[in-house]
């Protein structure tokens, strides 16, 4: 069955201060693994996907990496703004499955 | 990218009754999932949705609990039956093709009283 860990549950924040989530999954035959953000009272709104590792995307200050085991979405100088929980998950057949998550609280 | 629509936004329900949530995309997907969200944790897969045939349930879900409806590629509802206060949660749809990123609707919060 795939698994998605992520880590940590919780990231507080200073503006600025940057700093990097973590998901560790295991999959058999990855399609594709995906970060989404989710904001309270929201669906998960869609920020990338990655296809094998060592591939990397880019979209303003979030920047999402893949290897075989794990991937990471690192936020750059983060603002108030990125405050919100941030998903990772895996496809490997037809079905996405989904970690814990983790909340970013972004201090000004 | 297709856009969802997904109603109610939320609703407050009474235990033993039920409740049908609807999600419409702008266009023609193959397939469609319900996802349920409990306070404070990731999304669990219910069942997966395709025109024409019968849901595929997950572990742990039933179609006497959760019946689904896939009338069409652009429209499915999930009846959430005679429901009880563990049955709070956050329902969502999505569609999503094989190795290509999901979309979601805005989600249904779902107390029961």
């Known amino acids: 069955e795939d698994q998605v860990t992520q880590s940590p549950e919780a990231l507080r924040l200073q503006e600025g201060e940057s700093s990097s989530l973590n998901c560790s999954y295991t999959v058999s035959g990855l399609r594709g693994l995906f970060w989404y953000r989710q904001d309270p009272g929201k669906g998960p709104e869609f920020l990338f996907t990655?296809?094998?590792a060592g591939e990397e995307k880019e979209k303003e200050r979030l920047k999402a990496t893949l290897t075989k085991k794990e991937s990471f979405l690192h936020i750059t100088a983060p603002k108030p703004e990125d405050s919100a929980t941030y998903l990772c998950?895996?496809?490997?057949?037809?079905?996405?499955?989904f970690g814990a998550g983790t909340t970013v609280t972004v201090r000004a | 990218s297709a856009v969802i629509s997904q109603k109610p936004s939320r609703d407050i329900c009474q235990r033993g009754t039920s409740l049908t949530i609807q999600c419409q995309v702008d266009?023609?997907?193959?397939?469609m999932f319900w996802y349920r969200q409990q306070p404070g944790q990731s999304l669990t897969l219910i069942a997966t949705?395709?025109?024409?045939?019968?849901?595929?349930?997950e572990s742990g879900f039933v179609i006497d609990k959760f019946p689904i409806s896939r009338p069409n590629l652009t429209f499915s509802t999930l009846t959430v039956s005679n429901m009880s206060p563990e049955d709070s949660s956050i329902y969502l749809c999505?569609?999503?093709?094989?190795?290509?990123?999901?979309?979601f609707g805005q989600g249904t919060r779902l107390t029961v009283v």
């Open positions: 949705a395709n025109q024409g045939s019968e849901a595929t349930y």
């Open positions: 999505s569609w999503a093709g094989r190795g290509t990123e999901a979309f």
């Open positions: 266009s023609q997907v193959t397939m």
């Open positions: 998950a895996v496809q490997g057949d037809y079905k996405l499955s």
């Open positions: 990655l296809y094998s």
